[in-house]
């Protein structure tokens, strides 16, 4: 598992490579100039604080890929619907905050964690599942998926200001334009009758409960 885990880490910035040169949908500026804007990480001082940013660079990277599996399921299922080109457009975002993380990892020499080859098939099999109930169905997911992220990020902004707000600058600038993104998403799905799904509310439970174990193991493992 520790090589599939290496494998997954050092393989993943040729695989985002082709998307992140593709023209950010909002502003219209190549992706690869946004993620090279800031280095992020600030020298750890000891090693409490190592360890700390070593598990959030390491869960959000998790998260992320875990995002980049559900979006991949769902297109395998609705790419050629009307739903694909909404469903691709989300997905490109979440391919560029898994290449900024990726690029984090391998600068700092954080480790993944030791359950990606786990989320790889997971995430894939929620999101393609999902989307064979149907539009609705994928959106479903996408709220609850990105709900979750988004309240995580909210999580790590609030601890980043208690500690140092100035020493972590680039670091939350990062994690706050994700979280916007998430929250993006979150209303996209909203918007495209998310909450129409019969059994919407036990699914989104469901589905955010997983989350929180996700987020859970992959800091510690």
């Known amino acids: 598992m520790h090589r599939a885990t290496q494998t997954a880490l050092y393989e993943w910035p040729h695989i985002v490579g082709p998307a ?9 500026a190549p ?7 800031y280095s992020v990480l600030p020298p750890p001082r000891d090693s409490e604080e190592k360890e700390m940013l ?24 609705l790419g050629r619907s009307g739903s694909g080109p909404l469903i691709q ?5 979440e391919k560029k905050h898994l290449g900024k993380f990726t690029e984090i990892m391998a600068d700092n020499r ?21 989307a064979l109930l149907g539009k609705e169905g994928a959106m479903a997911c996408t709220v609850a998926v990105e709900e979750s992220i988004s309240e995580h990020y909210n999580s790590q902004i609030r601890l980043l200001m208690e500690k140092d707000p100035e020493r972590y600058t680039e670091l939350l600038k990062v994690i706050k334009e994700f979280r916007d993104d998430e929250m993006e998403h979150h209303d ?3 918007e495209h009758d998310a909450e129409s799904l019969p059994g919407y509310w036990l699914l989104k439970n469901a589905i955010q409960l997983g989350c929180k174990a996700a987020i859970y193991a992959s800091k510690r493992l």
């Open 20 to 28: 992140v040169t593709r023209q950010c949908l909002k502003c219209k």
């Open 31 to 37: 992706m690869r100039q946004s993620l090279r804007a």
């Open 54 to 77: 070593a598990r959030m660079i390491r869960v959000d990277h998790a998260g992320e890929y875990g995002a980049n599996r559900i979006y991949a399921g769902q297109m395998a299922v």
């Open 89 to 93: 457009e989300m997905w490109d975002q």
């Open 110 to 130: 954080v480790r993944p964690t030791a359950l990606l080859p786990l989320w790889n098939v997971a995430g894939f099999v929620l999101g393609a599942t999902t």
């Open 188 to 190: 996209t799905g909203l």
